[in-house]
């Protein structure tokens, strides 16, 4: 992988240089546990001085999906130029660096092996401390560097423990009360498929694309939510919990029952109508949540979203006006630090090292890691 080629690829998708504080921790993160290879330097002062993000998507596009064997070789490619970056980006060498951090898990574990072992060789060529982050904890803490509200408009703000998160993924969906750095309580969890998943399935059934998500939240916004009817799995029952896999094969009924060609309304309509069923599901099962942790106590008075799901527009309004009916304030993070990035890492990283978690015997990275278990 040539420097020109990184570059061309991450057009775009960098932050604004900020000057570091002389006395803040710097913290390079390195993120590969999917289809992004990323790293970043971000300080203790809630600075990004370098992000890259190196996305492979076009790379699994024709597959439809990613295949994890190519995500590996792509992360073996791509690992040492985008670290090199990073540290250009931000005029810092390796010496400048306070703690070095990696996803160890949860993912598809080629791809993390390549990072973790990436950030193990620094740490020992340098003498380094060493977090093992866990890339759920890197999605549920970044809203602690940097926070928005649904539209993205007020940045600068950072997310207080504790707070009820929704952290909706790729692969996970799950509902969490986040007392502080390792501490998690599962309050509900997907019984099938997730939400992210449940995005890109439907895009799949449309002839959409991959990913799925960004496409159906765009023509969604052109189409009536009400014009199909889908289920909402376990919204009539009691808890906390998620079921995905119902809207799907609702949407795999119809769709074999009105076979494409579809016209554009049709499919406006359809992402419009499937989208507004995952929205109700959620807002459902966070208002039992919200319910069930007001008494706690120390109750939440913060309703965060975090994951590639967060990005959703519809979802992160519904949010913001629920939280605003049950007086908590609303947060996610910028639209950047949704989907998986570096950024995200390393400030799980500092969080971490402050807490003195740090690498002290041979760490194996590991394909299931659930957050619970931090
Ligand atoms: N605007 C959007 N609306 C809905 N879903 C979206 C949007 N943008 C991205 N997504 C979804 O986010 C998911 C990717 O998120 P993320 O990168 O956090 O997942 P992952 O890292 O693969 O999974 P995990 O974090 O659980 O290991 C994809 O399923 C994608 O379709
Ligand atoms: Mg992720």
New binding site residues.
Partial sequence: MSAEEIIRLDMGKMDGDTAADAAATLCLGIES??DETSAAIVDSNRNILSHIIYSQIPEHQKYGGVVPELAARAHILAIDEVVRQTLERAGKTMGDIDVVAATAG??LIGGVLVGWMAATGIAQATGKPLVAVN??EG?ALVPRLCATSASGAAGGSHVEFPYLLMLA????CQILLVRGVGKYELIGQTLDD????A??KVAKMLGLGY????V??TRARDGNPTAFKFPRPLCDKPGCDFSFSGIKTAARTFLDRNPAPHTDEFINDFCASFQASVVDCIINRLTNAMCDTRGAAAAPRTLVVA???A???AIRAAMEELASRHGMIFAAPPMNL???NGAMIAWAGIENHRCGNIVREPVAPRPRWPLTEL
């Fill in positions: 546990s999917c949860p993912g890339h759920l999605h993924s790729g692969g996970h997730s939400a992210g998943e995005f890109d990913p799925g998500g960004p159906v939240d994951g590639g799901v990005k959703n527009s949704c989907t998986d």
